[in-house]
T-cell receptor, first 112, second 112 residues
């Protein structure tokens, strides 16, 4: 079955550490996205990529980095510069219309 | 970025009752989307709306794209326990922008 796989489901970060969240899709979608969700809040866009080897900052890109070396993969690195990283991170993909987003099941990141 | 006002924030209803929630924005949207999120999971697309005045159903769910293009509502008829979750509206100000704006969600609880 086609879908989006995020891993790990739970991740813990020590202070000063970079961590990478994985996102893989087999929907043959061109565009991929990373969103951050805090309790009681809507989803906020971190980065998005319309095609391989290209990506753009969203509303809250500071302290995060991404790469898009393959169409299927869009990993997110939460760097030590992100001072409040505890949140639920959602990866999504879409066709090149950029409208209907299909989401993965999320990664909960917590700080030790 | 653009803000979407989604209401109510939360609802407690009896099983079998109908539910209505809505989203408003201060600017015109080209697309309105409604998602449902179960705890610890990613949002799942319920309904997508593309034209002002459009009324679309998906089983017991009905959504409408407001005539002014600045609002949308979602109705759920004859609620059942599995309707529990958080419902998000999302909109696209510019077609093909790849930057959906999300509301903060309506948390629905169904009392059996």
């Amino acid at each position: 079955d086609g879908g989006i796989t995020q891993s790990p489901k739970y991740l813990f970060r020590k202070e000063g550490q970079n961590v990478t969240l994985s996102c893989e899709q087999n929907l043959n979608h061109d565009a991929m996205y990373w969103y951050r969700q805090d309790p009681g809040q809507g989803l906020r866009l971190i980065y998005y990529s319309q095609i391989v080897n290209d990506f753009q900052k969203g509303d809250i890109a500071e302290g995060y980095s991404v790469s898009r070396e393959k169409k299927e993969s869009f990993p997110l690195t939460v760097t030590s510069a992100q001072k409040n990283p505890t949140a639920f991170y959602l990866c999504a993909s879409s066709t090149n219309s950029g409208e209907k987003l299909f989401f993965g099941s999320g990664t909960q990141l917590s700080v030790l | 970025g653009q803000q979407l006002n989604q209401s109510p924030q939360s609802m407690f209803i009896q099983e079998g009752e109908d539910v209505s929630m809505n989203c408003t924005s201060s600017s015109i949207f080209n697309t309105w989307l409604w998602y449902k999120q179960d705890p610890g999971e990613g949002p799942v697309l319920l309904i997508a709306l593309y034209k002002a005045g459009e009324l679309t159903s998906n089983g017991r769910l009905t959504a409408q794209f407001g005539i002014t293009r600045k609002d949308s509502f979602l109705n759920i008829s004859a609620s059942i326990p599995s309707d529990v979750g958080i419902y998000f509206c999302a909109g696209d100000e510019r077609a093909g922008s790849y930057q959906l704006t999300f509301g903060k969600g309506t948390k629905l609880s169904v009392i059996p």
